[in-house]
């Protein structure tokens, strides 16, 4: 069973910036196509970014586009979601997804959470005004 590991989350003042790491358990996924979703209280899971395995093509949510990036270590073994200009309402569960699926689709594709196989536990990223 892959488990996917997140860290980097914490506490920021708005302003600031944070980096989220996603590493897999057992196995590296330099072939599958990596998202970060995020939740926050009383809301449904809502995606942040994605990052295609075919071309490295990345999308964005619209709330997130210019101040935060995805990316991937050329090994395929850790995927980052690099935050800046952090705002309150950024604070949320973080979680790190992974699909496995060779389709290689367009942003509605990878913003949908049942397109994914495998989800981190998550990490807490909170935000202060």
């Known amino acids: 069973q892959v488990q996917l590991v997140e860290s980097g989350g914490g506490l920021v003042q708005a302003g600031g910036s944070l980096r989220l790491s996603c590493a897999p358990s057992g196995r590296t996924f330099s072939n599958w196509s990596m998202g970060w979703f995020r939740q926050a209280p009383g809301k449904e899971r809502e995606f942040v970014a994605a990052?295609?395995?075919?071309?490295?093509?990345?999308y964005y949510a619209d709330s997130v586009k210019g101040r935060f990036t995805i990316s991937r270590d050329n090994a395929g073994n850790t995927v980052y979601l690099q935050m800046n200009g952090l705002k309150s309402e950024d604070t949320a569960v973080y979680y790190c997804?992974?699909?496995?699926?060779?389709?290689?689709?367009?942003?509605?594709?990878?913003?949908?959470?049942?397109?994914?196989?495998?989800w981190g536990q998550g990490t807490q990223v909170t935000v202060s005004s």
């Open positions: 997804a992974a699909s496995t699926s060779t389709f290689s689709g367009v942003r509605d594709y990878y913003s949908k959470t049942y397109n994914y196989n495998y």
């Open positions: 990052h295609r395995w075919s071309g490295g093509t990345t």
